[in-house]
């Protein structure tokens, strides 16, 4: 008898584990999809198993094998190349961000005088990293517009800029701080790109730093891309469409991304 209720309590325990889907998602995503996932398995009991990180690094692993449930990707093409290989199910756009300019508050800078600041040759800029991160490549096109304008600003701007995160080799803390605010209070920059989101979030929590929102020229994506495995547990594609539902889209929206499926009010 005690040890059939040993079976059964691993039987059990072994349900359980298989219940637990498997995201890889962008790290943009980390603080919306937390309250997603409390929201969602509240209500359809299902628990999480989330791993953060550049959107290129993440769908690379899940190229190469890595098991997964639901890829939620700062970047469409992501998605869709897991699509596209016969890894994942069709990919959707499930959300899009904006980049913004973080700085510190005191420093005389607005969206107006943005593109001739980033010109400056002493201007040192903070960035993620092309290819890697989706952040990085939307940055790069961003150069690439101030380009149009003023021919040699892209080379400029991108031997200029530090790529400080979203690398496979960089870290995102110094001493349990964001190393872009380290960069940024000691000098090592003067201002960083970064998506607007985030940017919210930053000086929502400290009044030290302020968030400058592009020019309509220069506006790029970003346009996040969802897909969910061939492979996936019970469960996925239901959190995939949980995502597009009115609760998922506002508090997608709640934590300073655009919501794509929203419904238009009367």
């Known amino acids: 008898m005690r040890a059939l209720l040993v079976a059964l309590m691993i039987a059990v325990s072994l349900s359980a584990q298989a219940a637990e889907l498997k995201v890889m998602a962008a790290g943009s995503l980390k603080d919306a999809f937390t309250a997603i996932f409390a929201d969602f398995s509240k209500h359809y009991g299902h628990t999480f198993a989330p791993v953060y990180g550049p959107s290129g690094g993440l769908r690379e692993r899940l190229q190469k094998g890595e098991a997964f449930d639901v890829f939620a990707s700062a970047a469409l093409p992501h998605a869709q190349m897991l699509t596209d290989a016969g890894i994942s199910g069709p990919s959707m756009l499930f959300t899009k961000n904006a980049l913004c300019v973080v700085t510190a508050a005191d420093r005389a800078l607005d969206t107006a005088t943005l593109v001739e600041t980033l010109l400056k040759p002493d201007i040192k800029i903070g960035t993620s990293t092309p290819v890697s991160d989706p952040a990085g490549d939307y940055t790069w096109e961003m150069f690439r517009k101030v380009d149009a304008m003023h021919p040699g600003a892209f080379d400029a701007l991108s031997k200029r800029a530090q790529q400080l995160f979203g690398g496979p080799n960089t870290t995102t803390t110094v001493n349990g701080r964001p190393r872009l605010l380290v960069a940024l209070d000691e000098h090592q920059i ?56 009115p609760q998922g889209q506002a508090t997608l929206k709640t934590f300073g991304f655009i919501p794509v499926t929203l419904p238009v009010g009367p």
């Open 190 to 245: 003067d201002l960083f790109i970064y998506y607007c989101s985030g940017a919210q979030q930053i000086v929502r929590v400290s009044s030290a730093y302020k968030s400058i929102s592009l020019s309509p020229e220069l506006v790029v994506g970003p346009e996040y891309g969802l897909t969910v495995s061939r492979k996936a547990l019970a469960g996925a594609a239901e959190f995939a469409m949980y995502l597009m539902s």
